[in-house]
C-alpha cells in the first residue's frame, strides 16, 4: 500500500466539522442515535459500520441530502443546516454517494460542469476541459475526459465523482464506500488520491465496513453499530482486531472453518461458451470453466466483464452464441432444457446480484417469495391451487433455521433488510435438492453476522457433494473462501488459480486486464 | 420540498424505498379516495353553479334517481352491472401489467358472437336454460378471440398491446356498424338494430324485479377471480408477472405465455359482458348499446385499485351516476355531459391524490 498520509499534527488541528447528538429516523427505525463526533481539518477521519449502522444515513445528513431529525451540526465553526446538498456543496461540502451511477451519455467534462451549479451562464467547455486536466495531473487521476461517462469503468465513474468535488474546491469530501466496486490497483489510486487531497489541506471522511482500509488510510476512526456512536479512537495504537471487537461488539473469529472434501467429478461444465449481449456485443468469448462437487469456485472480475450474462445463461434466461453447458448428465444449452424452469429442476440453485430486481418480488410477502419458482411443486399446491397451509408452514420454518428478521410469513419482503433478502433466497433455494449453486455477490450488503451465515450455509451445500460457482467482485470474499479462483476480464477467463498458490495483486492485476488497466 | 427532490436527484432509490415502506396502505388508500370524492363533489358544485344551476338541487336529484327508491336501486345496478365485469377484466389484465384497452371491442364482439348465435338456432327451439348458458359461453368464446389477437401478438412478436387493442376497438365498432346497417338490420327498421330476440335467450330476473341475473354473475365472477388472483398458481403468477417480470422469469414463470393467458382472459370476461348486457337488458343486438362500457370498466377497475373487492363499489358508484343523470335531467336544465364530467373529475382527483398521500407519507417518515 502507499506510505500513510498523516501530514498533520494529529491533536493540534481544529476540528473542520462536528456533529453533535444528530438523530435521524424512518419511521420506528432509529437510524442515527445521538450521533457525535468531529473531524479535523486534513484528516482522513473513517466511519466503520457494518451494513445497516447508519453510515449513509450520518453522511446523507451531513451532505443535506437528508435533514436530521435532532442533533446539530458545525463546519468550519459555524452552526449549519442545509436545506438541500447544494448549500452544503456552496459551503465547501462534496459527498461520492454509495452505488452512485452514471448512466448519463455527457462526457466527464460536461458531467462534472453540469453537476455543479456554480454559474448560469453559458461555460467554455474547452477553459473548463483545462482546468480539470490539470486537476486530473494534480491528483495523477487518469480519465479519458472526453467519454461518455456510461461507457467508463465504475472505477472511473468514481474519478468523475471526485472530480466533482475537487472542481468545486471543497474542503471536505466524504466518500461512501468507494472501494466496494475497485479493484486493489484502483484501490490504491484512490488512496493515492485522498493522500494528495490531505496535502492540499482537504479532509476526507471515508465511510468504510473494510478493517485493513481503515487501518491503511484513516488518522481517527469512529465506529458505528446499530445507530449508535460505539467510540472514536485514534488509528494509531489499534490493530484489526481491537477494531473488530468494536465493530461487532464481541470477539469475532474472520476465518472459515473449511473442512477438508475430496472434490469429485465436475458438477457443471462449461466449454468454448460466447455470449451476446443484448445490444449484439461480445459478452463472453469461448469461457471455459468447471466446478468440481464439494469445491467453490470463485470468479474474480469487476462487474460489467461478462459475469452478469454468464449467470443468464446458466440459469436460462439468456440465449448462448456457441458452446457447451454440461449439468447433471444433461447439455442444458439444447431448446428444450434451456430455460429456468429446466435447468432448476436438474437441481441449480441460483443467488442473483440484484436480489430485489432478479430474484425477489418487492410486493410479495416473504411467504410468496419462499416459494418463487416453486409455486407448482406439488409440496406447494393442490391442483389449480396454492396450499396456502403448506406455504405458510414451510415458511414458518424457513424463518426460523435461516433466521429470517421478520414479523412473519405475511409480511412483504420489501420492508427486509439487505441481510434478510438474502437469507429469504437462501432459503428459497437451497429448499430443494441441488446439484450446483450459482451465487452471484453472495455476501453484497451483509453485515459481518449474515455473511459468515451464508458462507456457513454453503459449505453444508458443499458437505453435500454440490459445487458452487460464487461470481463476486469482492477480493475478500474470493480469498475468503474459494477454492480456486477464476479471474473474468472483458468476456474472457484470464486464469484459473488454486486459492493457496495466487495472491490479491495478482488476480487484481488479471482483473484489470494486466497491464492495459487504464484504459480498458 | 426541496429537500425530498434533491434528495431523490442524488440517490433515486431513496424515494422509492421509501414509498413501499409505508404500513398504512389500506388506510392511506381508502383516506385518499374519499379525499378525491369529496373534493371531485366539489369541483362539480361549483361547475353547476357556474351553469346557473342550483347545485343542491342536481345533486339531490342525482342521489335521488340513484338510490331514492327501490325501482332506483336496480337501475343502478343493472347500470353497474356491464361495467363491473369490465373493470374485473381489466383487473386480470393490468395485475400482469398487460395493458388491455381493448374491452369496448372485446365487448362488443363477445355482442355480436351472441347475436351470430341467436340468430343461427332462434328457429331451433332451445330451450332457456340450454339457450341462455350457451349463449353466455360464446360471448366468452368470441371475447377470447378478441383478446388472443393482441395477445399473440405480443407474447409472440412483442408488439404493443395497446396499440393492437385500441385498433382493434375500432374495427369492430365499425364491424358492428356494418352489420347492422346491413344483413342483420330488422326488416323494416329505420335504427340499427336486429329484431327482437326470442324470449328463451332472456337472463332470469332476480327478485321478481327488472334486476337480471347478469348481476349476480358480475358478483360470482369478482368471487372467481379475488379466487384466481390470490389462491391459483396462474393468479401468483399473474401478480408475479405484473410486479416484476425480471424476477418471473428468473425463476422459470413464462412471461409471454402469462400475457397470452391474460389477455384471453381479459377478452373472455369482457365479452361477457357484452352478451349479457344484451340478453339483459336490450334483447337484441342495437346501435350504441355500449355506452363506453369498456372504457369505464377501465376507469373503475383503476378506482377499485385493480382489486375485485375495489371494482364492486366502484361499479355501483359509477352506475349510479350514470342512472342519476337521468334524474338530473328531469329535474334541471344541467346537460347530461354533466356526469362524464364528474367522471373525468373522479378520475383526476384519485391520481392526483393517491400521489399527494405517497408524498405525505415519503414527507413524515423523512422529517417526523
Ligand atoms: N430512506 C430510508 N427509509 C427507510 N429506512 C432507511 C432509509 N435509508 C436507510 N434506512 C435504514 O436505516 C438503516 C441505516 O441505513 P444506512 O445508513 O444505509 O446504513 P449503512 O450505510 O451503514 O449500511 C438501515 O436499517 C436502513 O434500512
Ligand atoms: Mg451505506
Request: proline share 3%.
Amino acid at each position: 500500500m502507499t506510505d500513510n498520509v498523516v501530514v498533520t499534527p494529529r491533536n493540534e488541528a481544529p476540528p473542520i466539522l462536528a456533529v453533535e447528538h444528530l438523530t435521524k429516523t424512518f419511521g420506528s427505525l432509529v437510524a442515527n442515535d445521538q450521533v457525535s463526533f468531529s473531524v479535523k481539518q486534513g484528516h482522513v477521519h473513517c466511519l466503520l459500520g457494518e451494513n445497516g449502522a447508519g453510515k449513509s444515513t450520518l453522511a446523507k445528513c451531513i451532505y443535506g441530502a437528508s435533514r436530521p431529525d435532532a442533533g446539530r451540526i458545525y463546519f468550519k465553526g459555524r452552526e449549519v443546516a442545509f436545506s438541500s446538498p447544494r448549500d452544503a456543496i456552496r459551503m465547501g461540502i462534496g459527498m461520492v454517494h454509495q452505488h452512485f451511477v452514471l448512466a448519463d451519455p455527457m462526457n466527464a467534462v460536461e458531467n462534472i460542469i453540469v453537476g455543479e451549479e456554480s454559474t448560469g451562464a453559458l461555460l467554455n467547455l474547452q477553459a473548463e476541459k483545462k482546468k480539470i486536466q490539470a486537476l486530473c495531473e494534480q491528483y495523477g487521476i487518469v480519465l479519458d475526459l472526453d467519454t461518455p461517462v456510461a461507457q467508463l469503468s465504475v472505477g472511473q465513474q468514481q474519478w468523475v465523482e471526485i472530480l466533482k468535488a475537487l472542481y468545486v474546491s471543497v474542503d471536505l469530501l466524504l466518500l461512501d464506500e468507494p472501494t466496494a466496486v475497485l479493484t486493489p490497483q484502483e484501490v490504491q489510486s484512490l488512496f493515492s488520491i485522498i493522500g494528495k487531497m490531505v496535502i492540499d489541506g482537504i479532509s476526507v471522511i471515508l465511510i468504510t465496513h473494510k478493517l485493513h482500509e481503515v487501518m491503511n488510510i484513516s488518522n481517527e476512526v469512529t465506529i458505528l453499530r446499530k445507530g449508535k456512536v460505539v467510540d472514536t479512537v485514534p488509528t494509531r495504537g489499534n490493530t484489526k482486531a481491537s477494531l473488530a471487537r468494536l465493530l461487532v461488539g464481541r470477539d469475532f473469529d474472520f476465518n472459515v472453518h473449511k473442512e477438508k472434501i475430496d472434490f469429485g467429478p465436475p458438477a457443471l461444465e462449461i466449454k468454448g461458451l460466447t455470449v451476446l449481449r443484448d445490444n449484439g456485443s461480445l459478452a463472453l468469448q469461448d469461457v471455459s470453466l468447471n466446478v468440481r462437487q464439494g469445491e467453490i469456485l470463485g470468479l474474480a472480475g469487476v462487474s460489467g466483464n461478462g459475469q452478469a450474462e454468464l449467470f443468464e445463461t446458466l440459469v436460462g434466461v439468456r440465449k448462448a452464441e456457441k458452446g457447451k453447458i454440461r449439468f447433471a448428465g444433461v447439455e442444458i444449452l439444447k431448446e428444450s432444457t434451456h430455460n429456468p424452469e429446466a435447468i432448476a429442476s436438474l437441481g441449480l440453485a441460483s443467488v442473483p446480484q440484484d436480489r430485489l430486481r432478479q430474484g425477489l418480488i418487492e410486493e410479495f410477502t416473504v411467504q410468496e417469495n419462499l416459494i418463487l419458482g416453486l409455486q407448482d411443486s406439488p409440496s406447494y399446491s393442490r391442483g389449480v391451487s396454492l396450499n396456502w397451509k403448506a406455504i405458510k408452514s414451510f415458511a414458518s420454518q424457513a424463518i426460523q433455521q435461516f433466521e429470517i428478521k421478520t414479523t412473519g410469513p405475511l409480511q412483504p419482503v420489501g420492508q427486509l433488510s439487505g441481510g434478510n433478502l438474502q437469507k429469504v433466497i437462501l432459503a428459497r433455494e437451497v429448499s430443494k435438492p441441488i446439484k450446483v449453486m450459482v451465487a452471484s455477490s453472495p455476501s453484497r450488503g451483509l453485515d459481518i453476522g449474515a455473511t459468515y451465515y451464508v458462507y456457513s450455509r454453503f459449505l453444508e451445500l458443499l458437505r453435500n457433494g454440490a459445487g458452487i460457482l460464487m461470481i463476486s467482485e469482492d477480493l475478500d470474499e474470493i480469498f475468503n473462501i474459494s477454492d480456486r479462483i477464476a479471474v473474468i476480464y472483458n468476456g474472457r477467463i484470464m486464469g484459473v488459480f488454486d486459492v493457496h498458490e495466487v495472491d490479491r495483486e495478482t488476480i487484481g492485476l488479471y482483473m484489470a486486464g494486466l497491464e492495459e488497466h487504464e484504459h480498458s | 420540498m426541496s429537500t425530498a427532490k434533491s434528495t431523490r436527484s442524488v440517490i433515486p432509490k431513496f424515494h422509492y424505498r421509501l414509498e413501499k415502506r409505508k404500513e398504512s396502505g389500506i388506510f392511506a388508500s381508502l383516506l385518499s379516495i374519499l379525499v378525491a370524492l369529496i373534493c371531485s363533489f366539489g369541483i362539480t358544485f361549483w361547475v353547476i353553479s357556474l351553469i346557473g344551476a342550483d347545485a343542491g338541487t342536481v345533486l339531490w336529484a342525482i342521489v335521488k334517481g340513484s338510490f331514492g327508491t327501490k325501482n332506483a336501486v336496480i337501475d343502478t345496478l343493472i347500470k353497474a352491472t356491464p361495467i363491473f365485469i369490465t373493470g374485473l377484466a381489466t383487473v386480470v389484465a393490468f395485475r400482469a401489467k398487460v395493458w388491455n384497452i381493448g374491452q369496448e371491442g372485446q365487448l362488443y364482439t363477445g355482442a355480436l358472437g351472441v347475436t351470430w348465435a341467436v340468430l343461427l338456432l332462434k328457429d331451433t327451439g332451445l330451450p332457456a336454460w340450454i339457450f341462455v348458458p350457451l349463449l353466455l359461453v360464446v360471448s366468452a368464446i368470441f371475447g377470447a378471440l378478441a383478446g388472443a389477437i393482441p395477445g399473440v401478438l405480443k407474447s409472440r412478436y412483442n408488439v404493443n398491446e395497446i396499440i393492437v387493442t385500441v385498433m382493434l376497438n375500432y374495427i369492430t365498432l365499425y364491424l358492428t356498424t356494418y352489420l347492422l346497417g346491413g344483413i342483420w338490420q330488422e326488416a323494416g327498421s329505420h335504427y340499427y338494430n336486429t329484431i327482437r330476440f326470442p324470449e328463451t335467450t332472456n337472463l332470469p330476473l332476480l327478485f321478481e324485479t327488472r334486476l337480471h341475473s347478469g348481476f349476480l354473475i358480475a358478483l360470482l365472477l369478482a368471487a372467481l377471480i379475488y379466487y384466481l388472483l390470490w389462491h391459483m398458481k396462474l393468479g401468483y403468477k399473474i401478480r408475479a408477472t405484473g410486479s416484476n417480470p425480471t424476477a418471473a422469469r428468473f425463476k422459470g414463470i413464462n412471461i409471454q405465455r402469462i400475457s397470452l393467458i391474460v389477455m384471453v382472459l381479459s377478452g373472455a370476461i369482457s365479452g361477457l359482458a357484452g352478451g349479457i348486457e344484451l340478453l339483459g337488458v336490450h334483447h337484441r343486438l342495437v346501435y350504441g348499446f355500449s355506452v363506453s362500457f369498456g372504457f369505464t370498466g377501465i376507469l373503475i377497475a383503476l378506482l377499485g385499485r385493480l382489486h375485485p373487492l375495489g371494482v364492486a363499489p366502484a361499479a355501483i358508484f359509477f352506475g349510479a351516476l350514470h342512472n342519476g343523470s337521468s334524474a338530473m335531467i328531469i329535474h334541471s336544465n344541467v346537460p347530461r355531459e354533466l356526469i362524464t364530467a364528474i367522471m373525468g373529475f373522479v378520475i383526476i382527483m384519485l391520481l392526483v391524490w393517491e400521489e399527494v398521500f405517497k408524498y405525505r407519507i415519503r414527507r413524515v417518515e423523512d422529517v417526523q
